[in-house]
């Protein structure tokens, strides 16, 4: 069965304490891998795509990264502002806009 | 550009009712998502419209069904809701036709009561 699994659940960083949000898929046929981030009663706001192992994405403190079985975002010296949820999701077929979402990370900068 | 639209932005109504959603897609985007969120089941798959033909589905019950007019905005409606129903309806958008960003709405908040 196709999975999508984010950890850690919750992450707690003092400002500007570098982290990464791990992303593990277990699909057949990947066919771009998202991330998306989402303030409470939002809706998710696009960050990044990627499509292919080994293929990085870089947006202010974040990064993304991709392999074969994970993605990482990295989040550098973060700040308050980037407090959010983290979500990732895949695709698995072109012709197909569906995705399957991981339940998500929930990100705290303390001041 | 103006992005992803969506009404009512809330809305409550009691078990057994029935309901419609709103989705206005980014002006070109030809394909529109819906998806739920909930606290226990995060953001689930509902179904994909494209071209005014439903394109693909996921696991919820035949009460829950859209459809899509010919200038992409789109429409999906609830019946004989149930307390479990209570959750953050979000469309997403896309251009569609090769692969693809989906953009999402701020969504529609549903309380069952």
């Known amino acids: 069965e196709d999975q999508v699994t984010q950890s850690p659940e919750a992450l707690r960083l003092q400002e500007g304490e570098s982290s990464s949000l791990n992303c593990s898929y277990t699909?057949?046929?990947?066919?771009?891998l998202f991330w998306y981030r989402q303030d409470p009663g939002k809706g998710p706001e696009f960050l990044f795509t990627l499509y292919s192992a080994g293929e990085e994405k870089e947006k202010e403190r974040l990064k993304a990264t991709l392999t074969k079985k994970e993605s990482f975002l990295h989040i550098t010296a973060p700040k308050p502002e980037d407090s959010a949820t983290y979500l990732c999701a895949v695709r698995l077929n072109f012709g197909n806009e569906k995705l399957t979402f991981g339940t998500g990370t929930r990100l705290t900068i303390i001041p | 550009k103006a992005g992803v639209t969506q009404t009512p932005r809330y809305l409550i109504k009691t078990r057994g009712q029935q309901v419609t959603l709103s989705c206005s897609p980014i002006s070109g985007h030809r394909s529109v998502s819906w998806y739920q969120q909930t606290p226990g089941q995060g953001l689930q798959f509902l179904f994909e419209?494209?071209?005014?033909?439903?394109?693909n589905k996921g696991n919820f019950p035949g009460r829950f069904s859209g459809r899509q007019f010919s200038n992409s905005r789109s429409e999906m409606n609830v019946s004989t809701l149930e307390l479990g129903d209570s959750a953050l309806y979000l469309c997403?958008?896309?251009?569609?036709?090769?692969?693809?960003?989906?953009?999402f709405g701020p969504g529609t908040r549903l309380t069952v009561l």
């Open positions: 699909v057949s046929g990947l066919r771009g």
């Open positions: 419209y494209f071209s005014e033909t439903q394109r």
């Open positions: 997403a958008s896309s251009l569609a036709g090769s692969p693809d960003t989906q953009y």
